[in-house]
């Protein structure tokens, strides 16, 4: 495919989408999505395709009940290969296709470079890819079993109001398909809150060690954000609910990560055919730190709280004259 039919390249052969980022409906925005846009965007293809691992999960995976009434290894181990292993093939699928073999170049490409062509001192190894690939398999992956582990064994116990799903089915289904959008709203304000000097300095800067980033930086974090990026899916041992619930919430946040670092606009399916990627939002974020604190844009909380770029030329300039009024503020209460 000509990727030039959707963007430009600059000097640098760094490819920029043609179209904006779409806003949801009940934003004030010419760049705004169709209501069906937006219902479809909450569900398709991300989440549909998360749903899918998590009835799997459900039936397959998880363990029995009664056996996770108390803590043994042969469960916790099931749980963590299990996750383990999917993690892996669902980004090692992305980088291995589009950052090992290759297959579509530089098309579609944010940034020209692949992170194997910059070697740095901030990571381990001097390398991107091992760095990434470490700390998310190694430190967030068990992050994310361990709080799988914890509420399984609570539900067990009792220690939760474990509903009858055929009688809250709707209540059921309205939790599943709002999942990104609750996920999105946390995290808008958890991802603010750790772009707090100290807290950054601490904590997220090892996120934001990998500019350019690749599938493998998806959870690639300090384990005090992986663990803030998980706790929300104990909020399900207080409300009425089932361990699918927190189970499913868990998985979204571990599968979904990925959305925002695949680095390609579009992933080509064939000689004439792809699909959006829909990682533009985070992308910037990646490249300019104080914008699209969202992940992709399904909640408008960026264009409420006035963080929003949009991916265009315009959300340069805005985004230049944040920064703007942000400089003469600082000189201002400095030379008072
Ligand atoms: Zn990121
Ligand atoms: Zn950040």
Redesign the pocket.
């Known amino acids: 495919m000509n990727d030039l039919d959707f963007g430009t390249r600059n000097k640098r052969g760094d490819f920029r989408p043609r179209d904006a980022i779409g806003l949801p409906p009940f934003v004030s925005s010419s760049h705004r999505r169709s209501w069906a846009n937006w219902f479809m965007d909450l569900l398709w293809p991300w989440n549909a395709v998360i749903i899918g691992i998590s009835v799997f999960w459900w039936f397959v995976v998880v363990p029995d009940f009664e056996t996770m009434k108390t803590f043994e290894f042969g469960w916790i181990a099931r749980l963590f290969v299990a996750k383990w292993v999917a993690l892996f093939l669902w980004m090692g699928v992305f980088e291995w296709r589009l950052y090992v073999q290759k297959k579509q170049d530089r098309r579609f490409k944010y940034n020209a470079k692949f992170p194997a062509e910059q070697p740095s001192d901030y990571f381990w190894f001097k390398s991107q890819n091992i760095d990434n690939f470490l700390r998310s398999m190694f430190v967030s992956v068990p992050i994310c079993v361990a709080f799988e582990v914890v509420i399984f064994w609570a539900f067990a116990n009792g220690h939760a109001q474990w509903v009858d799903a055929s009688s809250w089915q709707v209540y059921l289904a309205l939790i599943v398909f709002f999942t990104g959008a609750f996920h999105e709203s946390y995290f808008f304000f958890a ?1 603010w809150a ?2 707090w000097k100290p807290f950054y300095d601490w904590c ?1 800067t090892i ?2 060690n990998s500019i350019n980033p690749s599938p493998w930086t998806s959870m690639s974090n300090h384990p005090v954000e992986s663990a803030l990026q998980f706790a929300p899916a104990f909020l399900y041992l207080l409300v009425p609910a089932t361990p699918f619930l927190a189970m499913h919430h868990l998985n979204f946040v571990a599968f979904s990560a990925l959305i925002g670092h695949i680095g390609f606009d579009k992933i080509e399916l064939g000689e004439s055919r792809a699909i959006d990627s829909d990682n533009l939002s985070h992308y910037l ?1 990646h490249k300019h ?1 104080e914008v699209n ?1 969202c992940d992709n844009g399904v909640m408008p909380w960026d264009r409420w709280f006035g963080s929003f770029h949009d991916g265009t030329a315009e959300g340069d300039r805005l985004m230049g004259e944040r920064h703007q009024r942000k400089v003469e503020k600082m000189n201002a209460g400095k030379s008072t």
């Open positions: 991802h750790m772009h997220h996120h934001h974020h730190f604190y």
